[in-house]
């Protein structure tokens, strides 16, 4: 039953690796069928900047859900990945491709991607991994 596992982990692995190396080295282009464009996504993610703060998830619409939970899903993605790729390689030195402070809040980031396309137009039609894996490395890269 380990052994399994432990083959099913190594095939999950290898996936994640791969996404997480083509987005890091610009491997994936803009002709790639994403589920939405940057400029889908940073449009979903102008409804989180509406919510008050302390509001609670109920005042969240779908599409600031959607935006919320994407950041969450790609962070916790891409700390998963570094961690498996240094147990992997049994190199500590392995760098995660960014490093948000635990203190900035899902909607501070949505609000910093959603500038961060406005700021890089040409981004705005290419897949919205992309865009916001190219935002974190750039609003909170790591020291």
Known sequence: MFKCWHFKMNANLAVGLSIVIAISTGGISEKVNARESGR???QRC???SNVPPGSGAKT???DAGYCIGFI???SDGSTYTTEAQRI???NDQVRPLFCIPNEVSKG???KGIYVYGQ???ELLDGPELGLMTRALRELY???
């Open 88 to 90: 992997l390689t049994r």
């Open 60 to 62: 969240f619409d779908s």
């Open 108 to 110: 501070e980031i949505a």
């Open 119 to 121: 700021n890089h137009p």
């Open 72 to 74: 969450q899903g790609l």
């Open 46 to 48: 102008t409804h989180v």
């Open 40 to 42: 889908s996504f940073i």
């Open 141 to 143: 890269p790591c020291k």
